[in-house]
């Protein structure tokens, strides 16, 4: 598939922050989103990353802000939510085989093969020091 400039695949830390204002990466959301809304982007997210989110969410903020966020992510013209068919849980598990690195999630090896699979070259996160060990091989550049 062709290179997509436009689209930003977005780990759940992103979100989870968005949402509830008392995450310690929430200051770091509202400085990126001043330059998200400036150059405007397709925001990518899996369905896996869904599950992460408003999991993480209702964990940490309660059910009903996971709810919300949830409703928000679906509604939103700017993301756009993909899911992890056969093809892409195969190829995930075939990068999950490949990893050694501990902290790399089969969530984590999912964002990889459906930027692969989607052309999308940029990711946000805030686990960059875990990501930069696959970025070595699957050529892809940090959202900043």
């Known amino acids: 598939m062709a290179e997509r400039n436009n689209q930003v695949f977005v780990d759940s830390n992103y979100f989870i922050a968005l949402f509830n204002k008392d995450d310690g990466l929430a200051e770091k959301v509202d ?7 400036a150059s405007p982007h397709t925001l990518v997210i899996s369905n896996l990353v869904f599950l992460e ?28 939510l993909v899911h992890i068919d056969e093809s892409l849980h195969n190829e995930t598990w075939e ?3 490949q990893t050694d690195q501990k902290n790399i ?15 999308i070259s940029k990711l946000l996160t805030f686990d960059k020091k875990y990501f930069k060990y696959l970025q070595k091989s699957y050529r892809f550049s940090f959202y900043e």
């Open 31 to 37: 400085s990126l989103n001043v330059r998200l809304d």
């Open 95 to 97: 990068i999950f085989q």
């Open 105 to 119: 999630s089969f969530v984590d090896c999912s964002i990889i093969a459906t930027m692969k699979a989607e052309g």
């Open 53 to 80: 989110i408003v999991t993480v969410t209702s964990m940490r903020a309660g059910r009903q802000i996971a709810r919300d966020s949830g409703t928000s992510l679906l509604a939103r013209p700017d993301v756009r």
